[in-house]
């Protein structure tokens, strides 16, 4: 179970919800995923992402997959996801993050969330606080990271 930031590619004339209506109608979830097909100008935003995330941030691991494209941080202060599909994106974070930890993962995944918004154009929402990446607080998003997290130490072990 992860933390999981949405960043979408607002269709024009389209509000941010729209869009995401628009995605989930055509989502089905038995059928095999398509593989990826990126647009050039979708694999240099990637080539971008990758290089401002190394240059601003640090070391990063990154992998093409079938369905997409993933790099995760290496070292302090935790583990951050991205998955990049060019119209969309996701940032994941595990829920094992608690207190001081919480915050300095989440102010990360926020500053990866926020690199994406201005190399690729998508727009990044969070919606377990109900939040745009862009403007929103990685304070109120280490507070529920946290409190899940211990949820989680203390209930499941």
Known sequence: MTYDILLVRVQPGLTLQETLDHLNAGFDADADLPPLRLTG????????????????????????????????????????????????????????YSGPAALEVMELAYRIARIVEDESGLTGHDFEVGQPTRTGDPVKAAVRLSGVSDWAHHHLG
């Open 41 to 96: 100008v979708q694999r240099n935003e990637w080539i971008r992402i990758l290089d401002r995330v190394s240059r601003d941030i640090g070391a990063v691991e990154s992998e093409e997959y079938l369905y997409g494209l993933t790099l995760e941080t290496v070292g302090p202060p935790g583990r951050v996801q991205l998955d990049y599909c060019g119209d969309t994106a996701h940032i994941e974070v595990a829920y094992r």
